[in-house]
């Protein structure tokens, strides 16, 4: 059974550059047509797409963030990464690591809240 | 990209039927047949319930199916359980690799 784990950072100041890894257990994260993404979740509010990747680089990212967010993959760890710039309190959200393929988010990490403040 | 348009909450009572809508634009719901929908669990991550507009993964009880007319999706639950209470979640295919999720749904099971 496929499994995803974010891990990274729980406090991000104001301004700095939030980092979450994406592990990826019980399947390649190489595998033809499967695409990992992120999601996130502001307390009390809904989910919000942000960025999508491909194991050769190839990436998508949400218009509204897009001059913030990056992704990464790193095929030999089976993991990928999500980096959002210039963070600000409006930023404070659990962030969710996904499988994305064929327009749907079948696969989910258990999600890791990311708090910003000073 | 706007969130798409979700009534803030429902609620029905055991063995009735809900239905939840899901309301974008013809630049999202309206283009393409590649909605699905997530039941949410307070603290616990999304789960894929239907997908491309009315498909269910294996394992998702037959009790819930969707539909689409124009700009509109929507996700019904008939014979609803205790279990149903949740938050459920839309998301559409908005064209140029991009995706939007609406703003949710809270399911009262009274």
């Known amino acids: 059974q496929l499994q995803l ?8 100041k104001p301004s700095e550059t939030l980092s979450l890894t994406c592990a990826v257990s019980g399947g390649s994260i190489s595998t033809d047509n499967r ?52 963070v600000t309190a409006a930023d ?16 989910w990490g258990q999600g890791a809240l990311v708090t910003v403040s000073s | 990209q706007s969130a798409l348009t979700q009534s803030r909450s429902v609620s029905g009572s055991p063995g009735q039927s809900v239905t939840i809508s899901c309301t974008g634009t ?24 239907i997908y491309d507009v009315s498909k269910r993964p294996s394992g998702v009880p037959d009790r819930f199916s969707g539909s689409k007319s124009g700009d509109t999706a929507s996700l019904t639950i008939s014979g609803l359980q205790a279990e149903d209470e949740s938050d459920y979640y839309c998301c559409s295919y908005a064209g140029t690799y991009t995706w939007v999720f609406g703003a949710g749904t809270k399911l009262t099971v009274l």
């Open chain 1, 92 to 107: 404070t959200a659990v962030y969710y690591c996904a499988r994305h393929y064929d327009h749907l988010f079948d696969f």
């Open chain 1, 35 to 86: 695409y990992w993404g992120w999601v996130r979740q502001p307390p009390g509010k809904g989910l919000e797409w942000l960025a999508t990747i491909y194991y050769t680089g190839l990436t998508f990212y949400n218009p509204s963030l897009k001059s913030r967010v990056a992704m990464s993959v790193d095929t030999s760890r089976n993991q990928f990464s999500l980096r959002l710039s210039s």
């Open chain 1, 5 to 12: 784990q974010e891990s990274g950072p729980g406090l991000v």
């Open chain 2, 26 to 49: 013809s630049s999202d719901v309206g283009s393409y047949n590649h909605v699905s929908w997530y039941q949410q669990h307070p603290g616990k991550a999304p789960k894929l319930m």
